[in-house]
């Protein structure tokens, strides 16, 4: 059974930092891009970071770039999202998913809530 299970978040002041972590399973984690979702208070889920099954090619969303850095480590079956610089606009409970072959089904985690205080 693929699982997805986020950790990390907290609330944080205005211009701090934070480090989520994604631990996934029941797949072959080394081979599928892994993405970082966020969905504010009242909005939409959308699209934050992506990252390449071998960690090489990352993008980011215009709102986060220069503040957030997506990495992973395949041995450890674990994304994570660094998160610098923070402002209360990133306030939202972040997931994590991967993307490929079969993933479309698959429920989504937990998340993990982010709360940026000014």
């Known amino acids: 059974q693929v699982q997805f299970v986020e950790s990390g978040g907290g609330l944080v002041q205005l211009g701090g930092s934070l480090r989520l972590s994604c631990v996934a399973s029941?797949?072959?984690?080394?081979?599928?891009?892994m993405n970082w979702y966020r969905q504010p208070p009242g909005k939409e889920r959308e699209l934050v970071a992506v990252?390449?099954?071998?960690?090489?090619?990352?993008h980011y969303a215009d709102l986060v770039k220069g503040r957030f850095d997506i990495s992973r480590d395949n041995a450890k079956n674990t994304v994570y999202l660094q998160m610098n610089n923070l402002k209360p606009e990133d306030t939202a409970v972040y997931f994590c998913?991967?993307?490929?072959?079969?993933?479309?089904?698959?429920?989504w985690g937990q998340g993990t809530q982010v709360t940026v205080s000014s």
């Open positions: 990252i390449s099954s071998d960690g090489r090619i990352t």
């Open positions: 029941g797949f072959t984690f080394s081979s599928y891009r």
């Open positions: 998913k991967a993307v490929g072959v079969g993933m479309e089904s698959v429920s």
